[in-house]
């Protein structure tokens, strides 16, 4: 008799637990959702570069983190437009075995208030560390969860360090 009660109620907390598991799921964040669907083709670097975006150097925090490599679409800077299958930079994080992996994209424009599926970018003054005029971005981690943040600009779980060697 305790046996099938424990496995009633087993049963019934794990139907539970899947339910909420798949609501967390659906209940994922859109804006990822679409950037992951718009822009998957980018998993593969040579995808990026032949569709007009070149590297800069890796980005690391002051603080800790890193943005990783940034591939970026010179047309994309220019024309102000913000697309979500057109990004204006492409994010990978060097691996120890040389490889870049697609971890986030960021959208940049220098109108604003700017805004994304409801998502405000950020406000970078002139001058800053990029050397550029005043602009407004939005990072989206799509590819790997960022603890502070699907839209933060640093994430503490990327890092540059495979570009010592290199």
Not at 96 to 106: F, M, P, R
Not at 110 to 131: D, T, W
Not at 151 to 166: R, T
């Amino acid at each position: 008799m305790t046996i099938t009660l424990w496995t009633t109620r087993f049963a019934a907390f794990a139907a539970i637990s899947i339910a909420a598991g798949a609501a967390q799921a659906h209940d994922a964040n859109p804006l990822a959702e679409k950037v992951r669907a718009a822009n998957s083709r980018f998993e593969n670097v040579a995808t990026a570069t032949a569709e007009g975006y070149a590297p800069i150097p890796c980005a690391s925090g002051i603080t800790g983190g890193a943005m990783g490599i940034h591939y970026v679409n010179g047309a994309y800077l220019k024309d102000d437009a913000v697309d979500v299958a057109k990004p204006e930079a492409v994010m990978y994080e060097p691996t120890a075995d040389g490889s870049l992996k697609l971890i986030a994209v960021e959208y940049i424009t220098s109108k604003g208030p700017a805004s994304l599926e409801g998502q405000l970018f950020n406000f970078n003054s002139a001058p800053n560390r990029y050397g550029l005029g005043p602009f407004y971005e939005l990072h989206v981690w799509a590819w790997k969860q960022n603890p502070t943040g699907a839209f933060a600009d640093m994430n503490p779980n990327v890092s540059c360090d495979a570009m010592k060697g290199m």
